[in-house]
Each structure stands twice: as structure tokens, then as C-alpha cells.
């Protein structure tokens, strides 16, 4: 199956920092998603962005599908952006649907 | 619009129990996925469905179990729980179309189970 790799697994940051995460993955994809997990375990659909780059606030997203890479942006950081970061692609053929993660970027920031 | 139920938040069972996680969303999503994640495993998906009646294999689908009756309800029964499957269950729904790729997914507020 398809695999998907995020880098770094860990970032730690002040506050007021910008930050790259990036997501690799093996196969050509019909989309990819980031998902934000809070500390407090849940998890928000930031960007639906099967490529080119979408914007909402403080964070923005660029997908080149042909190069098989995704990149989340996070600008002037704040404490309320720590958790963990995951993007997820979609590979579905024929009758399958599925959604495969990668491990996820754990980032804190701190006051 | 409550989004993704999921019920309960949090289980105790004991090896060999039998429970059933309930998940239902109010938005007419066609596809409902079942995820467990464990520590530093990411999401795995077990189970998903594309419509009432359709369901399908992820992942990790041993010892897992679905049914999809209704477009609003998806649930996952644990048929004879083990130890292995303690972990965080996230129910999770989206729009699609048939034939076509999976749209911006939601997620349940997750479920806690333990197995002791």
C-alpha cells in the first residue's frame, strides 16, 4: 500500500516562530488532508488540498502532487497551535476508499 | 448540527467481553470510517462504508465488526475483546461521491477502551 511519511516527528518552538511540516508519500493521490489533534485529543480538518496552496489565517498548505509532497505552514506560532499535525492522502481505485495517515509531527510551542 | 457522536467516551472491559461503539453523524455523509490509534501508530483504519449496506475491510480489521443499516449510524462491535485492542477509537465521516475520491473528513470526538 501506500505509504506516507512525515517530517520532523517532533518540533518544539517559541512562541512568535514560523514553522514547515512536510508529508511525503509513495503514490500518486486523488487528495490529501492535514488534521490538527489538540492536546486534548481531538481532531480538526484543517485543509482539503488535493493541490496548489489553500490559506486560512496563520496557517497555509501547498500540495505538488506531481512531486508527491505536501507542506503545511505556520506562521507567528501560537501555544494554542500545540498537538500533533497529521496528513492523510486518499489513493481510492476500483471499490477501495481509504484513507491512509502518516505518523503525525508533534509540535509544542512555548510562551 | 451535532457533527460525529460517538458513545461512550470511555470503557473498562474485561478480555473476552463483547461491547459495541456507537457513532452517528447528522450531515448525510455517505462514507463512515472507523480508526484506532495507538502510540506512535497514527490513525489505522479498520472498517469503512460508502452507504447504507456497503461496508468494507481497512487496515486492521480482526477481531472488528460493522454493520451500516442507516445512513446516519455506523457501529463497530468488538467480539471477543483482547488486551491488543485497548486503544482510542475515532469514528469519522465524510461526503462522496460514488467512483470518486473521499471529501473532507470529520471526526468523533474519539473513545477511550481499555481491556484489561
Known amino acids: 500500500g501506500i505509504q506516507v511519511e512525515q517530517s520532523p516527528p517532533d518540533l518544539i518552538l517559541q512562541e512568535g516562530a514560523n514553522s514547515t511540516l512536510r508529508c511525503n508519500f509513495s503514490?500518486?493521490?486523488?487528495?490529501l488532508q492535514w488534521f490538527h489533534q489538540n492536546p486534548w485529543g481531538q481532531l480538526i480538518n484543517l485543509f482539503y488540498?488535493?493541490?496548489g496552496t489553500k490559506q486560512n489565517g496563520r496557517l497555509s498548505a501547498t500540495t505538488v502532487a506531481t512531486e508527491r509532497y505536501s507542506l503545511l505552514y505556520i506562521s507567528s506560532s501560537q501555544t494554542t497551535d500545540s498537538g500533533v499535525y497529521f496528513c492523510a492522502v486518499d489513493n481510492s481505485g476500483g471499490s477501495n476508499y481509504k484513507l491512509t495517515f502518516g505518523k503525525g509531527t508533534l509540535l509544542t510551542v512555548n510562551p | 448540527n451535532a457533527g460525529v457522536t460517538q458513545t461512550p467516551k470511555f470503557q473498562v472491559l474485561k478480555t473476552g467481553q463483547s461491547m459495541t461503539l456507537q457513532c452517528a453523524q447528522d450531515?448525510?455523509?455517505?462514507?463512515m470510517s472507523w480508526y484506532r490509534q495507538d502510540p506512535g501508530m497514527g490513525l489505522r483504519l479498520i472498517h469503512y462504508s460508502v452507504g447504507a449496506g456497503i461496508t468494507d475491510q481497512g487496515e486492521v480489521p480482526n477481531g472488528y465488526n460493522v454493520s451500516r443499516s442507516t445512513t446516519e449510524d455506523f457501529p463497530l462491535r468488538l467480539l471477543s475483546a483482547a488486551p491488543s485492542q485497548t486503544s482510542v477509537y475515532f469514528c469519522?465521516?465524510?461526503?462522496?461521491?460514488?467512483?470518486?475520491?473521499?471529501?473532507?473528513?470529520?471526526f468523533g470526538e474519539g473513545s477511550r477502551l481499555t481491556v484489561l
Open positions: 503514490d500518486s493521490v486523488n487528495n
Open positions: 469519522a465521516s465524510s461526503y462522496h461521491d460514488q467512483g470518486r475520491e473521499i471529501g473532507e473528513l470529520f
Open positions: 488540498i488535493p493541490s
Open positions: 450531515m448525510n455523509h455517505e462514507y
